[in-house]
């Protein structure tokens, strides 16, 4: 016998960022299992919701709970000390060989963490898959987060087709490979060596032709790339507000800056928005980051 609980139905072909949108908001129901129907998708929610409707889901096998955890390609990295978490997490998916704790936050001009191994082989280097690409991550050497992946398909599906791009702080490359299935040309900027090479490496292992990777400090972009951009990609939340003025001069009037921010919930926006010409701006909630601190993005207009 089924359960009967609220869900929202979606269309098969934009399932998948649906799923994790609502797994991200905490609203998906994981004790009850998807169901098909038809050509749509049956999302289970925890409640009712706009557009929600009732129907009748099969129980899900409910195992003991896991320690709260990320998870990028074959590394689970925990929140907290848990050895015991971590050996349960490498018996229940086996598709995990790692489990790691951060011993630090990002830190340094390369936006490093250091991690501590919990259990499993010991390595800080994974593949990890993200809407059909794959990706090589090594953890300690460039910063990486699959938490970004819905942001990365929204941008991708605002473009146009044969858009020239630029990506400030490009890390091993996510945004500039994903967003190269639409664009002209995509520039791929970022300071660490480390991840410029992992950059070029995943440039390769996705067989992508458009992408040109930059090691260089993205203050200088202006004059390194002499040209304007359609779209301009800023994901460097601590500290990407001192180069919106560069961003400015390289992305062309009507053109679009990604500005991607930590701010404190009742935080107006930074005021140094008010000191380059823009003619619109969204904000848009990404995700919680700490209690009391979100992560934003604002989707500049330039003038």
Request: overall charge negative; aromatic content about 6%.
């Amino acid at each position: 016998m089924g359960k009967q609980q609220w869900c929202l139905r979606v269309n098969r072909q934009g399932a998948e960022t649906v799923r994790r949108t609502l797994l991200d908001e905490g609203v998906l129901d994981k004790r009850l299992r998807i169901r098909p129907d038809g050509d749509d998708l049956l999302f289970p929610v925890i409640s009712e919701c706009e557009g929600s409707m009732m129907a009748e889901f099969e129980e899900l096998y409910q195992r003991a709970p896991l320690p709260r955890h990320e998870l990028i390609g074959g590394i689970a990295i925990l929140a907290e000390d848990d050895p015991a978490g971590a050996a349960a997490i490498i018996a229940d998916r086996p598709s995990v060989h790692t489990v790691l704790l951060a011993e630090s936050a990002v830190e340094g001009e390369f936006r490093t963490k250091r991690f501590r191994l919990l259990a499993g082989e010991e390595t800080t280097a994974t593949i990890h898959t993200e809407y059909g690409r794959t990706f090589r991550i090594d953890l300690e050497k460039a910063y990486f987060s699959a938490r970004l992946a819905s942001e990365r398909q929204r941008i991708t599906e605002m473009m146009h087709d044969g858009e020239e791009v630029l990506d400030m702080f490009a890390g091993v490359g996510p945004f500039a490979v994903m967003l190269a299935e639409k664009a002209g040309m995509i520039w791929a900027c970022d300071l660490n060596p480390d991840a410029v090479s992992l950059l070029i490496e995943n440039i390769s292992r996705n067989r992508v032709s458009n992408v040109i990777p930059i090691l260089a400090d993205a203050a200088s972009l202006p004059e390194v790339c002499g040209r304007q951009f359609d779209r301009v990609i800023m994901n460097l939340p601590l500290m990407a507000e001192r180069f919106l003025p560069a961003a400015s001069k390289i992305c062309r009037s009507g053109g679009t800056i990604h500005f991607y921010a930590l701010v404190a919930d009742e935080d107006e926006d930074t005021p140094l928005l008010n000191r380059i010409p823009i003619k619109s701006v969204e904000k848009r909630f990404v995700r919680s980051y700490a209690p009391g601190r979100s992560h934003v993005v604002y989707d500049i207009v330039v003038e």
